[in-house]
């Protein structure tokens, strides 16, 4: 887990770095839930506009199963249908789901990958921050709809 934590923020330091020229870039972090089976989550992800309406919004989820370890990564391509202090967004993109139903760090890790897609809305609160909403639904397993909330800091040119 601690490689993936390591990768992941080095991802986040080489993307901010790289991309203030370019674009707008938003931090995001906050919480998931899975509507089906009850299951909480905490997210962390970035988001890069590298063209006019279009991004990528690479995220990571730690779940907290009754039992077991669970994550998620994903890696969406958003396209924003309004502009201004409310922007509407559909999304769609590859996402991988690790799972293991064993109590502690026994028994196996299983990766299951897939693809997700929904709709999202990112609010502007005040100067750089904001709240983004988003509902999709993931296709691994039994197409689990998932409900996000998360604080937005971003970073314009």
């Known amino acids: ?5 390591i990768c992941f923020l080095a ?5 901010n770095s790289q991309a203030q020229e370019k674009g707008d870039v938003r931090y995001q972090f906050g919480g998931d839930y ?8 905490a997210h962390a992800g970035i988001e890069y506009l590298f063209i006019d309406k279009f991004s990528l ?34 999304m769609g993109g590859y996402s991988n789901f690790w799972i293991n139903t064993q109590p ?16 999202g809305a990112n609010l502007r609160i005040s100067g750089n921050w904001g709240i983004n909403t988003e509902f999709k ?21």
């Not at 887990?1 to 934590?5: G, L, P, V």
């Not at 899975?34 to 989550?41: A, E, R, V």
């Open 1 to 5: 887990m601690k490689k993936y934590i």
């Open 11 to 15: 991802f986040l330091a080489f993307s």
């Open 34 to 41: 899975k509507l089906s089976i009850d299951y909480f989550g």
């Open 57 to 90: 919004a690479p995220n990571f989820t730690f779940w907290f199963p009754p039992v077991g370890r669970s994550s998620n990564l994903n890696m969406d391509l958003r396209y924003y249908l309004t502009s201004g202090s409310s922007q509407l967004y559909v």
């Open 104 to 119: 502690g760090m026994a028994g196996e890790t299983v990766s299951r990958p897939g693809g997700n897609f929904g709709i």
């Open 137 to 157: 639904v993931q296709s691994q397993n039994t197409r689990q709809p998932v409900l996000r909330i998360g604080l937005v800091f971003g970073l314009g040119n």
